[in-house]
């Protein structure tokens, strides 16, 4: 009898239907001889709902009270999981994060788990009960207090319990498919993925993928665990995420040349005008930056003109960070002694991804050419061994990611990507 793993994501569990619904398929597997660990999201939107009523009470709300806060969502949820399960006549128990023994860091609202110590959890399902515990949320091991994993952060919770529990899978539940040549919500044409490597998919997802979240992915390469990410709608087959290509017949499965095209509304640009051109700026710059724990993605530094001495250095951030980013930056403005600060936050990032970049030299022309045939100007590039990164104006983001989409051959010509719900939020 082995153990599972599963994940439903909010949009699975929106409304009590939804809960009921996923409680059946819960129990479909206990049936069928498994051991189930279900982590649950809060339902439907909800936590963007409490962000924005914390907003309206405080325009930079504090860290440890936003978490205590943003984890109610996901009790909510798991307390409606176990009611259900049990009114099918199985046992089940909820956790909380902590009570599941995801140990973490202190940064609140972006935690880093550092261990997991699932007892609890593993004499719950020994004594034949469905064990439900609530994502995106842990302890804090210095401070003891409740921490959040950061904007989807369930899939992390689950892969790490997977990990911790030995499991022989981790299925992620969601409201499409699996995992894409693009977003099905922009892309109709986009084809469902039947394996991706860990790689690729670890690229996909730090590009604004959001299926599955990056840490999820990264945590899952580190432990060498499988995930199978599917619809809690369909029940089809979805898309394997792994180290191994599997077998399909006595064939391995191909390994695509590119995966897809991940497009990213989430993140701001922020220029520093008028910089002293001479060393140590830019390093002052960036520390300030990391000081306040804030991650950047993309750097640009403009060519100094030579009569003025100055650069411009803009870098890419995500939205929720803006505010305290400027603030940073304001503190140190006499000592760097820059002009000026300008915030644009209408701009999207587009990017295409694939192992198979490495060895063709065509590609990044070709994805500039598509770019540019649908009309869309370029401000900022990136590149990595297996993506290519963009910064565009956020209005063309849709039709700059079909454009790159059809342009790479990856559009299908059969069924239409099905979204089974959500918000898209
Ligand atoms: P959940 O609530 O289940 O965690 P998310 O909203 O976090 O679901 O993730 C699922 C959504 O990810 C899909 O509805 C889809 O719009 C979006 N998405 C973005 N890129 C892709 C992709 N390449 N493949 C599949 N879905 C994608
Ligand atoms: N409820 C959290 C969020 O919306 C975590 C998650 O869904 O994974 O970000
Ligand atoms: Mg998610």
């Not at 022989?168 to 044409?189: L, M, Q």
């Not at 600060?341 to 065509?362: C, E, F, H, W």
Request: proline share 3%; hydrophobic share 40%.
């Amino acid at each position: 009898m082995g153990l599972v793993v599963q994940k439903y994501g909010g949009s699975s569990v929106a409304d009590a239907e939804g809960i009921k619904r996923v409680a059946k398929r819960i129990v479909e597997a206990k049936k069928n001889g498994h051991q189930v660990v279900a982590v649950v999201s809060a339902m439907g939107d909800t936590t963007d709902e409490l962000i924005d009523l914390a907003e309206q009470v405080s325009p930079i709300p504090a860290g440890r009270e936003l978490d205590m806060l943003l984890t109610s969502g996901e009790r909510i949820s798991m307390a409606l999981l176990a009611m259900a399960i049990k009114n099918l006549g199985h046992e089940a128990q909820s956790f909380t994060g902590s009570q599941a023994g995801v140990i973490t860091d202190s940064v609140h609202n972006k935690a880093r788990i550092i261990d997991v110590t699932p007892g609890r959890i593993r004499t719950s399902v020994d004594e034949g009960n469905i064990a439900i515990v609530a994502g995106f949320q842990g302890v804090s091991q210095d401070s003891k207090d409740i921490t959040t994993l950061g904007r989807g952060g369930s899939d992390t919770t689950a892969v790490a319990l997977a990990a911790a529990l030995d499991a022989d899978v981790c299925e992620i539940y969601t409201d499409v498919d699996g995992v894409f040549t693009a977003d099905p919500r922009v892309v109709k044409k986009a084809q469902k993925i039947d394996w991706i490597s860990f790689e690729d998919m670890l690229e996909l997802a730090a590009s604004g993928s959001k299926v599955l979240l990056h840490r999820c992915v990264e945590y899952a390469r580190r432990y060498n665990i499988p995930i199978h990410v599917r619809s809690s709608f369909s029940g089809l087959r979805g898309t394997w995420v792994s180290n191994e290509r599997p077998e399909q017949g006595d064939q391995q499965v191909e390994h695509a040349i590119i995966s897809g095209v991940a497009h990213d509304v989430s993140e701001a640009k922020v220029t520093v005008v008028g910089v002293p051109d001479k060393p140590g700026e830019a390093a002052s710059i960036f520390r300030a930056v990391a000081s306040a724990e804030i991650n950047i993605d993309m750097i640009v530094q403009n060519v100094s003109a030579a009569s003025t001495g100055l650069t411009d250095i803009s870098f890419t951030l995500p939205k929720a960070e803006g505010k305290k980013a400027l603030s940073a930056l304001e503190k140190i403005k006499p000592t760097v002694g820059y002009d000026s600060l300008r915030y644009d936050d209408q701009v999207a990032k587009i990017s295409l991804v694939g192992a198979g970049m490495k060895t063709n030299p065509g590609v990044t022309a070709q994805f500039f050419e598509a770019l540019s045939d649908a009309g869309v100007n370029i401000e900022l590039i990136s590149t990595s061994e297996i993506r290519i990164s963009v910064v565009t104006r956020a209005d063309d983001v849709n039709e700059a990611v079909r454009a790159v989409h059809s342009s790479f051959g990856l559009d299908s010509d059969s069924d239409e990507a099905v979204v089974y719900g959500g918000t898209g939020r």
